[in-house]
């Protein structure tokens, strides 16, 4: 089992820039493919990017690609978002997620473990 809490969101200004951090517990955490999600009120929780185990594969949804970068240290147990050139559109409420079965996966129901959040407010 793993537990996952991310921290780093903030209000920030439009064209700013914020690094998420999502710590997990546990030794396996090298094993799990990690993806991070959103959801704004009001709107369904979103795919924002996903991470293989080892790092070497990537992807982002096209609303954030180009502006986002997802990364993870596996000594550390800690998996990255980096946020460049924000928007409004952007605020949400971020989550990581873990998962051991599909290094590729996208959607939110393939993800077994979830932290509890932290919150991004982009202001125009």
């Known amino acids: 089992q793993v537990q996952l809490v991310e921290s780093g969101g903030g209000l920030v200004q439009a064209g700013d820039s914020l690094r998420l951090s999502c710590a997990a517990s546990?030794?396996?955490?090298?094993?799990?493919?990690m993806g991070w999600f959103r959801q704004a009120p009001g709107k369904e929780r979103e795919f924002v990017s996903r991470?293989?185990?080892?790092?070497?594969?990537?992807y982002y949804a096209d609303s954030v690609k180009g502006r986002f970068t997802i990364s993870r240290d596996n000594a550390k147990n800690t998996v990255y978002l980096q946020m460049n050139s924000l928007k409004p559109e952007d605020t949400a409420t971020y989550y990581c997620a873990a998962n051991a079965r599909d290094p590729y996966a996208l959607r939110s129901r393939e993800y077994d473990y979830w932290g509890q959040g932290t919150q991004v407010t982009v202001s125009s």
């Open positions: 546990g030794r396996t955490f090298s094993s799990y493919a």
């Open positions: 991470i293989s185990w080892n790092g070497r594969s990537t």
